[in-house]
């Protein structure tokens, strides 16, 4: 019977992702218009995440919060296991963070408007000189105070083994002069799978280490740097 009732409650929840992220949506995008508050959307990503999180019974662990200072921007880099990642460290890093994503996403409904106007950098896969665009811009927004999420494994993992960091993200850090941030995630692969299609009710915990100082990332190699970077996300993931 405790089976069952949870499939029903993942079911459930799988109903209430596209449904409270529709209304979320919606109502920031309509309330900015209608308060010219051009900062609401960004605002209300934390809200969504952690509403979502607070509807379909995850409870969300959060250590480490005093890594992260509120006055300085970062280059986060997260393991990726589950698209509830995102809602993960919404809700849990102290700074929201806009995050690299690519550009074909935009053209979903909804998501689409989301990842536009929450800031987030739209990155052509396969076209090198839009990559160096992007990475630029995403630099520059670094530069100007924002914080950018990568996950530098480039694809969700389907088991609780961090793969192999690419450079991409250090490459980022180097260029804008930021500190790197590792941060593991916790148990978001046990609530929605790599192409499962329900949402179960389990705890996520996500742990903030140390950052990497920005004279440490602009010395450092970029190879020695991502499997450095690799193994302490890795410790900080472990359940």
């Known amino acids: ?49 952690r509403g979502l999180f607070k509807l379909c019974g995850v409870e969300l662990e959060v ?6 200072l509120l006055n300085q921007s970062y ?32 053209r979903i409904p909804f998501v689409g408007t989301a990842l536009r106007q929450g800031r987030h950098v739209l990155v052509e896969r396969g076209n090198r000189a839009s990559a160096r665009d992007s990475l ?13 999420l ?6 969700r993992s389907t088991t609780d083994e961090v793969g192999q960091f690419k450079t991409g993200a250090f490459r980022l850090a180097k260029q804008a002069g930021a500190p790197i941030l590792p941060v593991g995630i916790w ?32 010395s450092a190699d970029l190879k020695a740097l991502s499997r450095e970077a690799r193994d302490l996300v890795a410790e900080l993931a472990r359940g």
């Open 75 to 106: 280059i986060v880099v997260a393991n990726h296991s589950s698209y509830m990642d995102i809602p993960a460290l919404f809700g849990g890093l102290p700074t929201t963070p806009q995050f690299i994503a690519k550009r074909e996403l935009a």
């Open 150 to 155: 990568v996950f530098p494994e480039g694809t």
């Open 187 to 218: 148990g978001t692969r046990h609530v929605l799978p790599k192409h499962g299609r329900l949402l179960r009710p389990r705890p996520v915990r996500v742990r903030i280490g140390p950052a990497f100082s920005p004279e440490k990332v602009q």
């Open 1 to 49: 019977m405790p089976r069952l009732t949870e499939s029903v409650r993942a079911a459930g929840n799988s109903l209430i992702l596209p449904g409270w992220t529709v209304l979320c949506v919606s109502t920031a995008v309509c309330l900015g218009a209608l308060t010219r508050d051009k900062d609401l959307f960004y605002r209300w990503q934390r809200e969504w995440a």
């Open 136 to 148: 630029e811009y995403a630099a520059s927004h670094v530069r100007e105070g924002a914080t950018i």
């Open 63 to 68: 250590t480490g919060q005093e890594h992260m």
